[in-house]
Each structure stands twice: as structure tokens, then as C-alpha cells.
């Protein structure tokens, strides 16, 4: 129960990131796996690179967070207004991957 509270709490957070970025928002789709820093805080980042830099972010923490936790936002195909973010992590319980999966439109 509490690695999913971590992963709704995530989800939603990536959720917010992406709101708050509505001018790089294209740029959110296809995000997964850990990403780089785009290294553009401290000196300003375009729209692009603060997508960039959300990513890199926020699948950091959910690697702290979650035990081999991960995640990833794309555009649902049925919908191209539907972003589909979606965090999973590894159980001792379970063979296949727990997940979170949350679809929102910004």
C-alpha cells in the first residue's frame, strides 16, 4: 500500500510538471527510462529542455522511492489530447511489475 501511495503521489506529480509546462508539453510524450539533466536550471531552461529535465527528475525520485521504480508518459492513441503517465516498480511478491497508471488531460 505504501509503494502505491508513492506511485499516485508520483503520477501526479509528473502530472503537475507537465501543466506547468504547457508550452513544452509535446515534449513529454514518449518519456521513459531515467533521461539526463539537461544542465539548463541555473541558466534558464526552453520548454524542451524543462521536459527534459522533469524527466530526469522525476524518475530519480522514483527510483529512491520505489524499489526498482520507474516511469513514463505517453499519448494515449485513441485520444492525442489523453497523456497516459504511468510508474511501476518491482515486489518481492510478484513476478511481473506493479504499476500506477493514470490518464489526465492537460
Not at 509546462?21 to 513529454?28: A, E, F, P, S, V
Not at 539533466?37 to 541558466?43: A, K, L, N, V, Y
Not at 508518459?73 to 493514470?102: A, G, L, Q
Request: neutral net charge.
Amino acid at each position: 500500500a505504501l509503494h502505491r501511495s508513492y506511485a499516485t503521489s508520483q503520477a501526479y506529480d509528473m502530472a503537475d510538471r507537465m501543466r506547468a509546462n504547457r508550452k513544452g508539453l509535446i515534449n513529454y510524450n514518449g518519456l521513459s527510462g531515467l533521461g539526463t539533466d539537461p544542465g539548463c536550471i541555473e541558466t534558464g531552461c526552453t520548454s524542451e529542455k524543462m521536459a527534459q529535465y522533469d524527466h530526469w527528475q522525476w524518475n530519480n525520485y522514483n527510483a529512491c522511492l520505489l524499489p526498482k521504480g520507474i516511469g513514463m508518459v505517453e499519448k494515449k492513441s485513441t485520444n492525442p489530447d489523453i497523456y497516459r503517465i504511468k510508474v511501476s516498480w518491482k515486489t518481492n511478491i510478484k513476478i511481473e511489475d506493479e504499476s500506477f497508471v493514470f490518464d489526465f488531460q492537460p
